[in-house]
């Protein structure tokens, strides 16, 4: 018989503003969109690395209650099931930074730093593009059809799994990396193991 997991706990900005001095808040999106706005004193402990961080993560889950943060609450709730399959247990932001910022909650930005666009967004523009080059090219040369079809298939099961290949992809490009003033990842995980 299969195990099953607890769902993922969720927060929304109202009840994670109430016990904002209690939670270790960890942002999982790439080092470009934390820079883009994060919550007050969030670690960015991006989603593709936070195996590397289970230490740190267990150190600072003994001190008081983890929050994972992204910009929807898709990644964070990724990152809690991953989390809890280490033992570590976690909470996600109902609506993710977008909705604290929407409920009027603060969001620092460092100053000077560029922003990416969100990843989502980066996303429907690089699938965009694989689809129509894939037409394109194969009005001249009709196997280029393929390319929309496997994109096509990669949306299903993106949709299917509630994971996204593009995203894990996109998110290690250079604009998406570390932005200016981010602090280096080794740090981040002194500071939560503190």
Do not use: K
Request: glycine share 12%.
């Amino acid at each position: 018989m299969p195990t099953r997991t607890a769902p993922t706990a969720t927060l929304t900005p109202t009840q994670a503003a109430e016990r904002f001095d209690e939670l270790t808040v960890v942002d999982v999106r790439s080092p470009g969109e934390y820079a883009g706005g994060h919550l007050p004193g969030a670690h960015n402990v991006p989603l593709d690395r936070l195996d590397e961080a289970v230490g740190a993560l267990t150190a600072a889950a003994t001190r008081g209650p983890l929050v994972l943060v992204c910009a929807s609450g898709n990644r964070s709730a990724q990152g809690c099931a991953r989390l809890a399959a280490h033992g570590i247990e976690a909470s996600t932001l109902d609506g993710g930074t977008g909705a604290w910022a929407a409920a009027g909650r603060p969001v620092e930005r460092p100053a000077g730093a560029r922003t990416p666009w969100p990843m989502d967004r980066q996303v429907r523009l690089a699938a965009g593009s694989l689809v129509a080059l894939g037409f394109l090219a194969g009005r001249a040369w009709r196997p280029a059809h393929w390319l929309s079809g496997a994109v096509g298939a990669g949306l299903v099961f993106s949709g299917v799994t509630n994971t996204c290949g593009m995203a894990t992809v996109l998110a290690r490009l250079p604009h998406n990396r570390s932005a200016g003033n981010a602090t280096p990842f080794e740090e981040t995980l002194t500071r939560l193991a503190g």
